[in-house]
C-alpha cells in the first residue's frame, strides 16, 4: 500500500504544479466579470446570480479539467513510455489506475475547494451564515459530478486509446446525461425497435446527472433528505466503481 499512496501523492503534486493553477486564475476573472454585472442589479437578484452564476463556474471548471486531464494523462504516460518507470515497481496494474485516478480527483477537488473560498468570500455581503451548509451540499454534488466523469474518461481513454475520439464520447455522453429522463420518455414513445435499443443503450450508460441537481433545491421550502443524499452517494461510488473496473481490464490486458 505504500507505492499505492505514493503514486497518489506524485499525481496530485504533478497535477497542481502544472495544471490546475491556469484553472483557478480563469475562474478569478469569471468570477470579476460575474461581479461587475451583477452589480447593476437589485440586491436580491445580485445574491442569486451571484450563487448560481459562481456555482455554475466552478462545476464547469472542474469537470472540463478532469475530463482533459482523465483523457490524456495515462495515454501520455502510454506514449512517452514513462508508464514502464512506474510499473517497474511492485504495484498490480489495478492499484495503479485507482492511484492515479485517486491523486487526480483529489487535485481537481482542491482547486475546486479554493474556487469555492474565493466565492464564498464574494458572498459574505450578500447571503446570511444560513446559506452556508446549502453552499456546501451544492459543492459536494459538483464534485461527485466530478467523480463520475472523471472515472468515465479514464475508461474510455483506455478503451479508445485516441485522446480527441475519448474526449468526444466523454463530452457526448456527459452532455446526454443532462437529459437522461428526455431519453427514457423518447424510447418509451418510441415505436421502432432499434431506436429503443439505443436510447436504452444510451440511457444506461451515460450518467444521470438529475440525481445530482441539489441546486434546483437552493430556494426550495424542503431541502432534500438524507435518504436523497445516501442515494446520491451509492450511484456516485457505483458508476464510478463500475468505471474503474473497466479502466483496470482494459489497463491489465495491454501489453508493456
Known amino acids: 500500500?505504500?507505492?499505492?499512496?505514493?503514486?497518489?501523492?506524485?499525481?496530485?503534486?504533478?497535477?497542481?504544479?502544472?495544471?490546475?493553477?491556469?484553472?483557478?486564475?480563469?475562474?478569478?476573472?469569471?468570477?470579476?466579470?460575474?461581479?461587475?454585472?451583477?452589480?447593476?442589479?437589485?440586491?436580491?437578484?445580485r445574491a442569486r446570480l451571484m450563487l448560481d452564476f459562481g456555482l455554475s463556474a466552478i462545476e464547469f471548471l472542474g469537470l472540463t479539467t478532469i475530463v482533459f486531464i482523465s483523457v490524456n494523462f495515462i495515454l501520455t504516460e502510454i506514449e512517452n513510455r514513462t508508464i514502464y518507470l512506474v510499473l517497474s515497481r511492485p504495484i498490480p496494474r489495478g492499484q495503479y489506475i485507482l492511484g492515479r485516478f485517486a491523486g487526480t480527483i483529489l487535485a481537481v477537488t482542491a482547486a475546486m475547494a479554493v474556487m469555492?473560498?474565493?466565492?464564498?468570500?464574494?458572498?459574505?455581503?450578500?447571503?446570511?451564515?444560513?446559506?452556508?451548509?446549502?453552499?456546501?451540499?451544492?459543492?459536494?454534488?459538483?464534485?461527485a459530478k466530478l467523480v463520475v466523469v472523471g472515472s468515465l474518461a479514464l475508461?474510455?481513454?483506455?478503451?479508445?486509446?485516441?485522446?480527441?475520439?475519448?474526449?468526444?464520447?466523454?463530452?457526448?455522453?456527459?452532455?446526454?446525461?443532462?437529459?437522461?429522463?428526455?431519453l427514457r420518455f423518447l424510447g418509451e414513445k418510441s415505436a421502432n425497435a432499434f431506436v429503443k435499443l439505443l436510447v436504452w443503450i444510451f440511457y444506461h450508460a451515460a450518467p444521470n446527472f438529475a440525481y445530482f441537481n441539489y441546486r434546483d433545491f437552493l430556494y426550495a421550502n424542503h431541502p432534500p433528505t438524507t435518504a436523497w443524499f445516501l442515494f446520491l452517494l451509492c450511484y456516485t461510488v457505483g458508476y464510478a466503481g463500475v468505471c474503474l473496473w473497466i479502466s483496470a481490464f482494459l489497463f491489465a490486458r495491454k501489453e508493456f
Open 155 to 182: 475508461a474510455l481513454s483506455l478503451f479508445s486509446t485516441s485522446a480527441p475520439t475519448a474526449m468526444t464520447f466523454t463530452l457526448f455522453l456527459w452532455a446526454m446525461g443532462h437529459f437522461s429522463e428526455e
Open 116 to 143: 469555492a473560498l474565493l466565492h464564498g468570500l464574494l458572498l459574505v455581503p450578500l447571503h446570511s451564515a444560513a446559506t452556508v451548509p446549502v453552499y456546501l451540499a451544492a459543492w459536494a454534488c459538483s464534485v
Open 1 to 45: 500500500m505504500e507505492n499505492f499512496f505514493l503514486l497518489v501523492r506524485d499525481t496530485f503534486k504533478e497535477h497542481v504544479r502544472h495544471r490546475l493553477y491556469l484553472s483557478l486564475f480563469l475562474f478569478c476573472f469569471i468570477l470579476l466579470g460575474g461581479g461587475l454585472v451583477a452589480s447593476s442589479l437589485a440586491v436580491d437578484e
